[in-house]
Every structure is written in C-alpha cells, then in structure tokens.
C-alpha cells in the first residue's frame, strides 16, 4: 500500500507563497503513474483538480491558478511539489495530493492552506 504524506501547508497573507511538497511513502514504479497532481476541496464543494503533471512532464492548471501556481515532481523521489505565489483568500482550501497509476489512484490525507485577506 502506498502512503502520500502532504506538507507545506500553513496560513499565510494574501499576496504570499507557500510551497506543498508530497511524498510517497515507498517506491512507485515511475513507469506506472499517468499524472501527480493537487487537487483541493472546500466545505460543501467538490474536490477539484488544481494542477497535475503527467509522465513526460506535461501539465495542466485549473484556470484561476495559472500563471502562480506550479507544479513539479522529482520523479526518482517520487514527490510532487506545489508552488503557490500571489495567493488570495480564494485559494484557501485543503489541498490533496493525487498519484494516478495503472494500479489505481492514491490519495494524501490533505494540508490546509489558509489566505487571510
């Protein structure tokens, strides 16, 4: 069984950065995983996708991140990371990190990130 453990989170002013990092908690055959990605959720809303990258290092954004948030992985380490610049009271969430894999999908427990106005 493969663990994600999410960290990064935090509360921050608008304007700020923060920067998530997940890691899997044993080796996942790199050859196996589709897409890495973030994905949040607020109360009462669905999860949606915020940014995922794909084998061969493709990514996608949700549109009201791009141009601030960016995603990376380190492939070998089997992380992701979540780099989140200009961030804004709308982006307050739990953020869920996400490996889709041949096998099926794995989940995070999720790390809060708060933008006070």
């Known amino acids: 069984q493969v663990e994600l453990v999410e960290s990064g989170g935090g509360l921050v002013q608008a304007g700020g950065s923060l920067r998530l990092s997940c890691a899997a908690s044993?080796?996942?055959?790199?050859?196996?995983?589709?897409?890495m990605g973030w994905y949040r959720q607020v109360p009462g809303k669905q999860r949606e996708l915020a940014a995922q990258?794909?084998?061969?290092?493709?990514?996608d954004y949700a549109d009201s991140v791009k141009g601030r948030f960016t995603i990376s992985a380190d492939n070998a380490k089997n992380m992701v990371f979540l780099q989140m610049d200009s961030l804004n009271p709308e982006n307050t969430a739990l953020y869920y990190c996400?490996?889709?894999?041949?096998?099926?999908?794995?989940w995070g427990q999720g790390t809060q990130v708060t933008v006070s106005s």
């Open positions: 996400q490996f889709s894999t041949t096998m099926r999908a794995f």
């Open positions: 044993r080796r996942v055959n790199i050859n196996s995983i589709y897409t």
């Open positions: 990258i794909s084998r061969g290092d493709r990514t």
